[in-house]
């Protein structure tokens, strides 16, 4: 996987969006974790303090050596440059905050990373949601697709139950669907715009997310446990 690393610079500023996903998904979170495909590091630094034992993995080589210049002090955290079949040891947790999409054979991935789950331990993934919304963006990133809630429902996977299947970010579906129609040649958004997203309408959405039981959103939210 390479990712062209421009959104994960502007991303990065979306502070507000990552405090979101990690209170909606934390209960999960068991120490002897990995984050797999975690960037530049900017998901990480919410549980940083919180477990002793965390794998990174990262095999664009750009975002390895900033993990590992960022992190190096920690010494809690090993960084490997690995796809995750070939990450030593297992672990009670694995996350992909939106890596899958960025994997063709997405469905054996996920096979993969069950293989590297201990008995109850949970997968969390977070994904873009909806197909009809895949745009510039997402080919310029390096998304194969999008995904609907049928895809985690339907399919069946190497030992693990689904527990937890979700929509999210309800405000965030229609300013993108906006954003399609009067900005069509745009490929990445604007920093003033992430900005906004961020630290107006996130806070909006989650009021939102909650008051509508988590039907509808830009993002999907996906967790197994390991049987």
């Not at 975002?63 to 079949?85: G, M, Q, S, W």
């Not at 331990?121 to 909806?130: D, F, K, R």
């Not at 895949?134 to 809630?149: I, T, W």
């Not at 900005?195 to 197994?224: A, H, Q, R, S």
């Amino acid at each position: 996987m390479r990712y062209p690393g421009l959104e994960l610079e502007s991303f990065d500023k979306a502070h507000i969006w990552r405090k979101y996903i990690f209170f909606l998904t934390k209960k999960y979170f068991k120490n002897e974790m990995l984050e797999v495909g975690a960037g530049i590091g900017s998901f990480t630094h919410n549980y940083l303090n919180k477990f002793n034992k965390i794998a990174l993995t990262e095999t664009d080589e750009n975002n390895f050596k900033r993990l590992k210049i960022k992190f190096e002090k920690n010494l809690n955290i090993k960084i490997f440059n690995n796809l995750v079949a070939n990450v030593p040891g297992k672990f009670n947790t694995i996350i992909y905050l939106n890596v899958l999409e960025h994997i063709e054979d997405d469905i054996n991935e996920i096979n993969k990373a069950a293989e590297k789950l201990n008995q109850n331990g949970y997968l969390i993934i977070l994904v873009p949601a909806h197909q009809k919304l895949f745009n510039k963006f997402d080919k310029a990133v390096g998304h194969f697709r999008r995904y609907e809630l049928n895809f985690f429902k339907n399919n069946t996977f190497n030992n693990l139950k689904l527990i937890d299947l979700y929509h999210l970010d309800f405000f965030g579906y229609f300013l993108y669907f906006i954003n399609q129609i009067f900005f069509k040649e745009e490929v990445y958004p604007t920093k003033l715009k992430i900005f906004l997203w961020d630290k107006i309408f996130t806070p909006i959405t989650i009021i939102f997310d909650f008051l509508l039981n988590y039907k509808f959103g830009k993002n999907i939210i996906c967790v197994y446990k390991k049987e």
